[in-house]
């Protein structure tokens, strides 16, 4: 197995929610697929999705809920396979 | 009032600080981590940090901001405009704590908040709201009685609606026929209603609003803007005097807005929006923004009159100083929004460090920034780098001035949008001012204006 890291493409905010009242977009052993977002990355007050990329389950978040994250900072991994 | 806490950040909140510097009042500015070494913090007198970076845990922390100006000993809180400054919780908050709101009371920006009181202040003041059915209509023959009332065309919207579904935009009653149904059954299924409502659709609609002032007895207007030009509904380019209005309409419009405001004993600067129909030059009330605007210098460049420090003076209890005989508008002023975008990746927002920069200056330009050499842009805000303002004797002046000042702004490290609104000045559709509010997206787009 081989591990793909999310990387956040800009700076902002990471929110792993669509919305406040909404469930997250993935948990901790979800299993996701290369266009399924993992989260939301708020820059000047714009909202871009981030997709994980590839297909797998996700291990681990490295990054907590509403965290500043830099352009280039993977956000979470993937277990491919 | 002799220290006034600025409860913003950037180019708003320097221009408040330099207007009460102007008057002799002393001020305090608020600032997230980000901003620790912000221009509006180090122009201030005094400046507190009330949080971290993120708005939602510092500008827009009501709390933080009045604990700020009781360690500070404040006496006044101008809210500048976004975050606090249109939440009546706050107003009356800082109101509560003793301390004086530079805008409105907090039940006016209540009452002006909510769109259907609004409408009712408006119809009260015999200002025209755009037609429409006050509520759902009952099935298709219904809709088909009140169209004809309102004047097609007509846009179906979904009264539980949202988001644009269930808005259907019909030429006369044989499409609207066709439409109600389906429209109404899509309306159900995506809001569990079905309830559908009218309103005339202005095809070629103009933005134009008035800005007011008013000290709660007497009200004067200081002639309109045009705000048409926008993208995503986000102004780009503003003027002052609108070109799009005949002076008839000019001379109605304002007298309309000075109603509005007597209606409600408005106190502060405002401003009361309009959708002009192009076709018909007809206008219709949106509704009214109960705070300084960013588009406010353009109005400022017309009519000689400091806007933010009429606000101060008129929350200090002063009474309204320029009589509605005294004000009058001279040339044409025009503001770009300069943002932190990429206009080649869809305006994907840009912050990080800068450079070099040159700032547009010389005849007849302002240019209202927070931007300094080497500054960085945070990600936490909105993107707005600078206002560049330019006056002419008459409009084709103001944009060939503008076309230098353009030019002269240049920031090393990011995108920007200023080469993209150089390239808009040289439009024909601007020269002539033939546009309305889809016009800038379609010409992004490509299409014909």
């Known amino acids: 197995m081989s591990r793909h890291e999310v990387v956040s493409p800009i700076p902002g905010v990471f929110y792993r929610r669509p919305d406040p009242d909404s469930p997250p977009f993935a948990e901790d052993g979800s299993a ?50 | 009032m002799e220290k006034l806490l600025v409860a913003n950040r950037g180019e708003i909140a320097v221009r408040i600080v330099r207007a009460a510097r102007d008057l002799g009042i002393r001020t305090v500015a608020v600032h997230s981590k980000a901003d620790a070494g ?15 970076s993120p708005a939602s845990k510092s500008y827009l922390v009501a709390d933080a901001v009045l604990a700020a100006a009781a360690e500070t000993g404040a006496d006044a809180v101008h809210p500048g405009y976004g975050f606090l400054s249109e939440r009546a919780s706050f107003a009356a908050a800082v109101a509560g704590a003793g301390l004086t709101f ?28 755009v037609p429409g059915t006050p509520g759902g209509v009952d099935g ?22 949202g988001g644009g579904r269930g808005i259907r935009v019909v030429d006369d009653e044989d499409g609207l026929r066709a439409a109600f149904g389906q429209a109404s059954t899509e309306a159900l299924k995506a809001f569990g209603d079905g309830t559908m409502y009218l309103e005339r659709y202005v095809e070629k609609a103009r933005h134009v609003e008035v800005q007011v ?13 045009e705000c048409s030009l926008q993208r995503r509904r986000q102004k780009v380019v503003e003027e002052a005097v609108s070109p799009g209005i005949t002076d008839a309409v000019r001379d109605r419009m304002t007298a309309a807005a000075v109603a509005l405001c007597r209606e409600v004993g408005y106190t502060s600067a405002g401003t009361v929006e309009f959708l002009v129909d192009d076709a018909t030059q007809e206008f219709f ?19 000689g009159i400091d806007l933010v420090a ?83 004797g008459d409009r084709a002046e103001a944009l060939a001035r503008s076309r230098r000042a353009l030019e002269e702004f240049s920031v090393d490290g990011i995108p920007t949008t200023a080469g993209l609104l150089r390239s808009l000045v040289d439009e024909p559709w601007m020269a002539s001012a033939d546009f309305h509010t889809a016009t800038l997206e379609h010409w992004l787009r490509g299409d014909k204006a």
């Open chain 2, 285 to 303: 009330f949106i509704e009214m923004n109960t705070r300084i605007q960013v588009e406010h210098p353009t109005t400022e460049l017309v009519t």
């Open chain 2, 310 to 392: 009429e606000q101060l003076r008129i929350a200090a209890g002063e009474t309204l100083r320029p009589g509605q005989d005294g004000i009058e508008r001279r040339g044409h002023a025009v503001e770009f929004r300069i943002c932190a975008e990429d206009p080649e990746r869809d305006f994907l927002p840009q912050p990080g460090p800068v450079g070099r920069i040159t700032l547009p200056s010389g005849p007849w330009v302002r240019c209202d920034t927070w931007l300094e050499p080497d500054a960085t842009v945070p990600p936490y805000y909105d993107s707005l780098l600078a206002k560049v303002v330019v006056w002419g």
């Open chain 2, 102 to 129: 530079v805008g409105p009371s907090a039940a006016t920006i209540e009452r002006m908040g909510d769109k259907v009181a609004a409408r009712e202040v408006a119809r009260a003041a015999g200002v025209p709201t």
């Open chain 2, 140 to 161: 298709v023959d219904a809709a088909a009685a009140a169209a004809r009332d309102v004047g097609y065309p007509v846009m179906l919207k979904a009264a539980a609606g």
């Open chain 2, 38 to 52: 912000a221009l509006h913090t180090r122009l201030a007198d005094a400046a507190v940090e009330i949080g971290p």
């Open chain 2, 213 to 225: 002032l008013g000290d709660g007895s007497s009200a004067v207007h200081l002639f309109e803007r």
């Open chain 1, 32 to 81: 996701v697929s290369g266009d399924s977002p993992v989260g939301l990355v708020e820059v000047m007050k714009s909202f871009h999705q981030i997709a994980a990329g590839a297909s797998g389950t996700l291990v681990e978040f490295l990054v907590g809920d509403e965290d500043e994250v830099d352009a280039g900072q993977p956000v979470a991994v993937i277990e491919i396979g």
